[in-house]
């Protein structure tokens, strides 16, 4: 006999059943304990849905918002789960609405450059799809081989093309929407110029799921950039670093990417997977810059010449796209190796403008070190987001509670030097409580007005963004 | 004695002018009648407002709305009323704010690559401001020697450059607005990425003064690319021109500028400014590259092999800065010379998916040729927003009934083809009837809700947007 934390009942699972097919409809507490966590590290807490259902259409999808809004019962949203804050955990039991069955690309419109995609699309297959026919999809999560366009339009991802390219939201042309009554909603449309009404499609991307269910979107797509550049530059400080990226940007060149990495993070690649890097080096810059040939090569040559200037010790800059993608696996092992640093790695999401960068970083290694946490700082420094990684175990308490206190004073430190808590991984459940400290009382009561207009409820996500 | 449309009395007089002085509330019909009409034809319509007041900060903003909202006076927020929708047009009377005593730029803050502006402050002052330090400010509306910054977000206006830079939406970070009840809400921040909460700055973006009074706002910059060139290339068919269009964007070419101008825009500017344009082509393309000066040379080229391919019988390509001006006064003279082939020109603004835009021109012109009107067609081909410009006597009736008549027809064939009812120029008051023919009933039940939440006795230029 099922124990059920929300409203649910053997009749409402008998519904679903008859919607979906026996088979879409997950009970058995196994099947359910896989969609009880996502990539946020929670420790030893299981938030187990009652039952996960797998759609395959919007109509499918509609009927289950209905039965959910008949008897107040909580739908999640989620796909591959690679939230960062808790934002696909079903805290308040009920139904979990899993995507991976809505994975179709539709359409790619190569004449007006748009695509139409379900949500459950993997990011990685349609920037490969897209690839291949000369065009771009730049947003770039880092999870990008397994996350989904549904995801990513909840959470408005970004990525380290941000700062050239922007991130998820200028992307989304139209969206269409299940709301939490089982209404169908279209929003915006196949133009990138479209100003009739409201921008609804903006107030559903980033709105992680708690405005309703993406169903299906028209994404917007560029041409494919002819070449790439990569250069991996080392700098004996914080600061040196961050004048060359001035430097940079004052030069009037944009690279598509301007990552940073600190020292701990380049000695943690090292430990691992003996890349080569030097581990006495402050700030190490890895710059990606994109265009025509001609203009890939002069970009990089003045950037060079730039971060020369600023006391760089050591550039590699790739000749081959072999050689770029050496410069890339190191980069994108950075994660991975912090991760075997300990039993668990939390990653932290701040937002500070691009000048304040030196500043936030030795706030954030002084407020680590004050807790006795090992971080590893990395981040995208065109747009000034910044991640600590933090090794820790969260079975050991007080370095959880160390971490706890440690994060509210890096959002603290944040939003004195103007920043934000979250450039790209939202809000969801881990952060919600700071959202006081980042958004005056108003700003939250109009949100929470929007939410209720659209969700009145509080069934889609639930406990996620405001804090109850 | 004044006789007032609205809930305004004299001692409301009074306290308006103890708020700003007597000398920036404007109450005599001279005065008043300056603020009856904005850039909309509108025939003989007027539309008087009770009273005009000038404030100079946020804080007199506030006191305004709290006594409008109190009183239930209309606000209608304007500046240099360049509309061509209405959307300035106190069609309730009551108050219009006017913001050009707002006109500071209060920051450029060129590490950070933003500025921070007063609502009042004109387009190309701030380009130009801007541009002085090496940076750029994309957003380009026609009328931007004299229109400001809150009206083109206020309108999300877009204008040439919209297809490779992105519209006015893309370039609000945030936004300090003063609500209906006179409550200061700060959306947004000083980031590119920031996904704290609900998007609230890109629901203020376009939404034509009926949510709230902008009186700030942050906005991202760019670095200024080193060179631009233009080309004027002719075709003998609409169809030619699109294929050249399409066979630039498969190039993975993007560029800067690609307007398109129909044989009768052409022979007008030739009849009035004899700038010595073919008369005989049926379609010409202005298009304008940037770049690094290399860049800008390779995209010139290969976009002049690629128009030769598809039949161009004239390509003009500017070698100087000077060239290209002269190319950018054709075009910009444009609707000048529409506008003096008779006493009234109105200027239609759809947008359809690019590949449908030789049908929609095709279209266009059957239309106003059975209501024998005379249309002039231009547009920014890149983004498939066409502006037909209609020369008529509004004060003859069977001519006005006949633009009605068409213009609705035009909206038809817009949204048949994929397209909507507007890609800069907004709703106002103009589109609003139409709006049911481009949004389902959900949307507007929603975008009325929003309304409702924010400016719930409905005080924020009444009569906008929704039709009533």
Redesign the interface.
Known sequence: MLKFMSNIDNNIIDSLESILGKQHVLTDYEDRYCYAYDATAVGDALYLPDVVVLPENKEQIAKIAKIADEHEIPIVTRAAGTNLVGGCLPVKGGIVLHTSRMNKILNI??????CVVQPGVVIEKLQQKVSDI?LFYPPDPASLKVSTIGGSIA??S?GPR??KY??T??YVLGLEIV?ADG?????G????????????T??F???EGT?GIITEATLRL?????EQQVMLVCFESMDLAAEAI?GI??A???PATLDIMDKNTMQTIEKFYNAGFPTDMDAVLVIEVD??K??AS?QTQQIIEICNKFGAKNIRASKTQQEAEEIWFARRSAFGAVARLRPNVLTEDA?????KIPEFIRRTRNIFDKYNLTVCIMG?AG???IHPNVSLDLRNKEEAENFEKAAEELFDAAIEL??????????GMSKSRF?KK???E???L??K???K??DPKNILNPGK?FYE
Chains 1, 2 share one sequence.
């Open positions: 419109d190569k004449d007006n450059l748009l000369g959470l408005s970004g941000g700062f922007g991130t939201k200028d709301l209404t169908v909603l279209k929003t449309g196949k133009t990138v110029k479209n100003v009739t009404g409201y921008n609804l903006q107030l991307v980033g709105s405005l560029i041409p494919k950039p002819d001035t940007i004052s009037k060149i944009m265009g025509c001609e203009s002069i937002v500070v403008p691009r000048d995208h747009d000034g987001n103007g920043g934000s808590l979250s450039g790209e991984h939202g809000i959202m980042a958004l005056d108003n700003s939250i109009y949100m007005g929007i939410k207009l659209f963004i």
